[in-house]
């Protein structure tokens, strides 16, 4: 909502474009280290010792708790941190130091709210994978997820004043969003269950 | 991004329907619709390649979020 407006305000294009992009390199930058953190820390308790076999298991079972968490059962809040990232800093400092510092934040994934629960399959995948190059291409893809809905936001801006509209559409589409996220769990649900099925002797 | 405090401030607001409606509805599912085809195209093949698909769809719904 900060970023977009600008867009469609004239002569202001190239500023939209130099705060978005700084916005996603800083939040790129941020989940890569974030995914190869949480690799290297898989590889350091020597998660991998499981094997193939005990990584997609225990994916399947995590997908499967997250799948139905988000259909209702159980009902249990994600475990988060309920804050945001400084809406200050927008009046404080220029328009893509503001845009690096907000996407460097939001980009850290778990320093800010959590609406869904899937982010925790990211961090169990890459733990478990023990992979710091794995988890790098897991939090970059959800990463490229979250930049790209900010890429995407001038198609449901009318105007450069109407930032709350662009809020209004996203909120009465939660529903559906939620529901994506649901199909999006549950293919990680056949995903591990094939990658399982294939893993056994 | 900072807009919680915001949709308190909206949400009396009138909804617009109609076209306008289904035109937001199709452009937040276009993405995901697409990253769960590209997953499910990668799940045999690719299993563990199909967990980036599923990755990207899971941070494009965050947008539901502040």
């Given at each position: 909502v900060a970023l977009t407006p600008l867009v469609k305000v004239a002569g202001r294009r190239r500023e939209w474009l130099a705060n978005v992009s700084a916005y996603t390199v800083a939040g790129t930058v941020t989940s890569s280290l974030v995914g190869a953190a949480l690799g290297a820390g898989g590889a350091l308790v020597n998660a991998g010792r499981v094997g193939s076999l005990g990584v997609a298991a225990a994916t399947l079972a995590i997908s499967i708790v997250l799948f139905t968490r988000e259909l209702g059962w159980p009902p249990v809040p994600v475990p988060q941190l309920r804050r945001q990232t400084r809406a200050r800093w927008g009046s404080d400092l220029p328009g893509a130091v503001v845009a690096a510092l907000w996407g460097g934040d939001v980009g850290l994934t778990f320093s800010t709210y959590l609406?869904?629960?899937?982010a925790w399959l990211l961090v169990a995948v890459a733990v478990l994978t023990a992979s710091p190059a794995f988890g790098v291409a897991l939090f970059a893809a959800y990463w490229s997820g979250r930049a790209a809905s900010v890429w995407a936001s001038p198609l449901l801006l009318?105007?450069?004043?109407a930032g709350a509209v662009l809020v209004q559409r996203v909120n009465r589409n939660q529903a559906v969003l939620r529901r994506a996220h649901i199909a999006a769990l549950g293919l990680s649900v056949l995903a591990t269950a094939w990658l399982l099925a294939r893993a056994m002797p | 991004m900072a807009i919680r405090d915001r949709r308190s401030e909206i949400s009396s607001a009138a909804l617009p329907a109609g076209p306008d409606r289904d035109r937001s509805r199709i452009m937040l599912t276009s993405v995901p619709a697409a990253g769960i085809v590209a997953g499910l195209a990668l799940a045999i093949p690719s299993p563990r390649w199909a967990l980036v698909a599923v990755a990207m769809v899971l941070g494009w719904t965050q947008l539901a979020g502040p």
């Open positions: 609406t869904f629960s899937g009318p105007g450069a004043g | -």
